[in-house]
């Protein structure tokens, strides 16, 4: 890594290494504490500033990654916070809430399936009940399994994917509302792959595409009340969730190399923009897309 911060000015092709990434194969969901090389999630580069100071927010799949980077950002700029994970995650839950907690806010954590729709009502109430309101909705958990072959698409996973990624986005976003004031914002977690699909991942890249094309009409619907829905687009993130089948091992070993940046990005710097769309200083900011995609940009 170069100097250790989000702050210091430097070559940012040379911030992160371009990562040797040895073969590896995790089961679904990928665990953070397999991972390896690791991961930066800020726990020692973000430095909060009080953008976030007193709001409230909930965040799906938190517990690695980039809603853990997400998280820890949150914590650091004065939010109080409600992660979500599955219950095979709650070792690297646990840790995130850990680093969390060192900011001295408030941090929950609430286990569970988000293709339930009686856990998405369920994931909102208890928000609301712990922290009185909901300014910000993440909605970040997501599922990628690679499949080469359309022929091998099974129906299971292309249900479950679109009921990760696509459902569970609608039925929160739906029951969030009753708890979020004006100036409250919805934050979805698109991806390049919405605008440039990897051939073999089909019923993934459709659903980002369809988040993307949520977050404009529903950033319309919602502007008159005050409340804002934008997405983040991520490029090539180094997390569990391609080490867990969600790229083939020859497309994994040489992760992120192909980009503009000539290497992967890391959760940590994907966090800024969810904090950006977060606070108020994207006050004049709805429906929008912002990509941090290493140079592979958005259309
Ligand atoms: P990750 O595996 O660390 O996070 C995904 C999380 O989704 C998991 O931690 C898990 O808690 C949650 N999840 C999955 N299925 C769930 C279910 N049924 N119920 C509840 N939670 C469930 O990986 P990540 O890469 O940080 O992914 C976060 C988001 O970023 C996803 O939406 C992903 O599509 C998106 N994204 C990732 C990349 C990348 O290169 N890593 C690129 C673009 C977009
Ligand atoms: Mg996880």
Redesign the pocket.
């Known amino acids: 890594m170069g100097d250790k911060d989000q702050y210091t000015m430097q070559d940012p092709t040379r911030q992160y290494p371009a990562l040797d990434i040895p073969e590896q194969t995790q089961r679904?969901?990928?665990l953070?504490a397999n991972l390896q090389p690791k991961a930066d999630h800020g726990e020692t580069t973000y430095r909060g500033t009080g953008r976030l100071q007193g709001r409230k927010a909930v965040i799906?799949?938190?517990?690695?990654?980039?809603?853990?980077?997400v998280a820890i950002a949150y914590a650091r700029e004065g939010a109080d916070v409600v992660i979500?994970?599955?219950p095979s995650?709650e070792t690297?839950a646990k840790d995130a809430m850990r680093i969390m907690k060192e900011a001295g806010h408030n941090v929950y954590g609430l286990a569970?399936?988000?293709?339930s729709e009686d856990?998405c009502k369920e994931l909102i109430s208890f928000g609301a009940d712990k922290m009185g309101s909901i300014d910000i909705l993440v909605?970040?958990?997501?599922?990628?399994v690679y499949v080469p072959n359309i022929e091998d698409l099974s129906t299971d996973q292309l249900v479950?994917t679109f009921?990760?990624?696509i459902f569970?986005m609608f039925w929160l976003s739906k029951e969030v509302l009753a708890h979020m004031p004006p100036g409250g914002t919805i934050i979805n977690?698109?991806?390049?792959?919405a605008y440039q699909p990897s051939p073999g991942l089909l019923d993934?890249a459709s659903t980002?595409a369809a988040i993307v094309n949520f977050t404009h009409g529903l950033g319309k619907q919602l502007a008159p009340r005050g409340i804002r829905v934008n997405a983040v687009?991520?490029?090539?993130?180094?997390?569990?969730?391609?080490p867990?089948h969600?790229q083939p091992q020859e497309k994994l070993v040489q992760?992120?190399q192909n980009t503009p940046m000539g290497r992967?990005?890391q959760?940590a710097e994907?966090a800024p923009a969810y904090v950006f769309l977060a606070s108020q200083e994207s006050s004049y900011t709805t429906g929008e897309v912002i990509g941090v995609t290493g140079g592979q940009h958005l259309p």
């Open positions: 679904e969901p990928g953070d799906t799949g938190a517990d690695s990654g980039i809603g853990r980077a979500t994970y599955l995650e690297d569970g399936d988000l293709t856990f909605n970040n958990a997501g599922k990628q479950s009921t990760v990624n569970a977690t698109a991806s390049i792959q993934y980002k687009a991520p490029g090539p993130i180094w997390t569990p969730l391609q867990s969600g992760f992120g992967p990005g959760p994907c």
